[in-house]
């Protein structure tokens, strides 16, 4: 028996939360199981939190502690979402609900689950090509393009990492969020045409639709299916390319920049509102406020607001569900120059979210503290002292992901998750060692390991080339844990990226396949402007 699984839990039966989906008042639906459990099948609106890593992200996603939460698992005798729901009364929030039956008894009630990641965002995209009739071009047709030499450049959509993995042949890296500021510095011609690509669909044609939206005179594609796409067509992809756009914008570009900007916004009813407006909002104990910083990775290390989480304009709209969790929530999104913002929040606007651009942009006086949650304490162990416990007899649980487990561990480590500790065949009289990649993360579990009876419990932080400098010795296992124990590993998505033609095939139909699904109340939340 699990710790916790006893505790008594607040039910919602299916048809209540439904009902609470589309009440207009805000809800954290949270999908407690872990990544490829959740990937295989969730509700519409779940964001993936899953238990092994929920105290470390939960006030990132949910930071207002009064919000309504409900937490699901499996069902039947997983009590996942039990423990969860304790550990969320644990860090102060009192509204927890635990959906009865989980999503199994949903599904018995009629309601729909759905595959893949991010649907929302991607189910998005597909009625965004349907509303606009967003102009696309195939692989093929591309590629002959590109070999007859025509004025044409290929932008991709996606972050600088995603991009290096695969890309377009003479593909330029230049992620959504970033093609209001940078599109013109790329093609300075307006008679050169743009197609914008990424690896499947949602982000070349929101990337596509936004220079549209823009009015930018160029002929505009989306690439249809991205890179899959092209290697469905048997064309070559570029692996480790480096071409992305430059950082410096000229300063005498920008006041048109930012008319273009804010003529969008003003087409698309995005409210712009001063610091102290927002200020009032952050200290309001009834809703929750997100400050969502869109500028690139390197300008937010730079510095950022204080509170101000670091969502990227293109992956916020991709992914909102990794960023923030409270549907009805109000987002304040903002730059440092007033062009990329007020795109974002047009695109949000249209996906249902309460958005708005806050005017001073960075340089906000704002007066924030931050959500957070107090680590509980746990010695950690460098790789020396790692190899001096082993070597005495400590049991090594590596708690790192399934398939970082597979390539490299340390011989005799166990694999094993947080969920599914209970499993463990662990002499309590021994000392335990969990590898970890995050102290957070690395922490809570060592607590659940205490409470099932464990009574030294350490943690290291190392990677396998420390381990096996420190004399340990790595072995890989690319069959353990076995695929049904991968819980935390969604092998429809990455079998796409893996040379897989069936699993890109099957994944391409599931996206288009996404906007047959949805139900009435669903799709009336996205809000598209009248055409």
């Not at 009629?110 to 009625?127: D, I």
């Not at 606007?349 to 680590?375: I, P």
């Not at 420190?470 to 069959?479: F, H, I, K, R, S």
Request: glycine share 8%; with cysteine; charged share 20%.
């Amino acid at each position: 028996m699990h710790p916790h699984s006893d505790l008594n839990t607040a039910d919602v039966d299916s048809h209540t939360l439904k009902g609470w989906l589309h009440d207009g008042s805000e809800i954290a639906l949270l999908d407690v199981r872990e990544h490829g459990q959740y990937g295989e099948s969730h509700l519409f609106y779940a964001a993936p939190v899953p238990y092994s890593r929920l105290e470390a992200d939960i006030v990132r996603l949910a930071p207002r502690r009064g919000v309504r939460v409900v937490v699901y698992d499996e069902g039947g005798t997983d009590d996942t979402a039990a423990r969860a729901a304790h550990a969320l009364r644990g860090l102060g929030y009192p509204q927890v609900y635990r959906l009865a039956g989980g999503i199994a008894q949903w599904l018995r009630d009629g309601y729909a689950a759905f595959a893949g990641v991010n649907v929302p965002s991607k189910t998005f995209g597909e009625l965004a090509e349907e509303v606009f009739h967003t102009p696309r071009i195939g692989a093929r047709e591309l590629a002959e393009r590109q070999r007859r030499g025509d004025d044409l450049i290929v932008l991709d959509g996606r972050p600088f990492a995603e991009y290096q993995k695969m890309s377009i042949p003479g593909g330029i890296c230049c992620p959504n969020g970033e093609l209001a500021l940078r599109a013109h510095t790329l093609a300075k011609d307006p008679a050169t045409t743009i197609v914008v690509n990424c690896a499947g669909r949602t982000r070349s044609i929101i990337g596509a639709q936004t220079l549209i939206n823009l009015g930018v005179p160029n002929p505009v594609y989306a690439l249809e299916n991205g890179t899959q796409g092209w290697y469905l067509e048997d064309f070559k992809l570029d692996h480790g390319a480096q071409r992305r756009y430059a950082d410096s914008v000229a300063p005498e570009d920008l006041p048109a920049l930012v008319q273009r900007s804010a003529n969008l916004a003003e087409r698309h009813d995005v409210p712009r509102v001063d610091a102290s407006q927002v200020q009032h909002w952050l200290n309001d104990a009834n809703r929750s406020t997100f400050l969502c910083d869109v500028r690139s990775a390197e300008e937010f290390a730079q510095g950022s607001l204080p509170g101000a989480q670091h969502t990227p304009g293109g992956q916020l709209i991709q992914a909102t569900d990794q960023y923030l969790a409270v549907r009805g929530a109000r987002i304040v999104v903002f730059d440092a120059e007033g062009v990329r913002a007020p795109v974002v929040a047009s695109w949000l606007r249209q996906m249902g979210w309460d958005a708005s651009v806050l005017q001073e942009g960075v340089a906000a006086a704002l007066n924030v503290t931050a959500a957070s949650v107090d680590v509980p304490a746990v010695p950690v162990l460098d790789d020396t002292a790692l190899a001096a416990a082993s070597a005495q007899g400590a049991q090594l649980v590596d708690i790192r992901a399934s398939m970082r487990y597979r390539a490299h561990h340390i011989a005799g480590a166990q694999w094993s998750i947080r969920p599914r500790f209970a499993d463990l065949a662990l002499d309590p009289a021994q000392p335990v060692v969990l590898l970890a990649d995050e102290l957070a993360v690395a922490a809570w579990a060592a607590a659940d390991l205490r409470a099932l009876g464990a009574r030294d419990v350490k943690v290291n932080l190392g990677s396998p080339a420390g381990w096996s400098a420190a004399g340990l010795a790595l072995q890989a296992t690319p069959d353990e844990p076995a695929d049904r124990d991968c819980i935390d590993y969604l092998f429809f998505v990455h079998d796409r990226h893996d040379g897989n033609k069936a699993a890109a095939r099957q994944y391409l139909a599931w996206e288009t396949n996404l906007v047959k699904q949805i139900d009435e109340r669903e799709r009336a939340a996205y809000r598209f402007p009248a055409q």
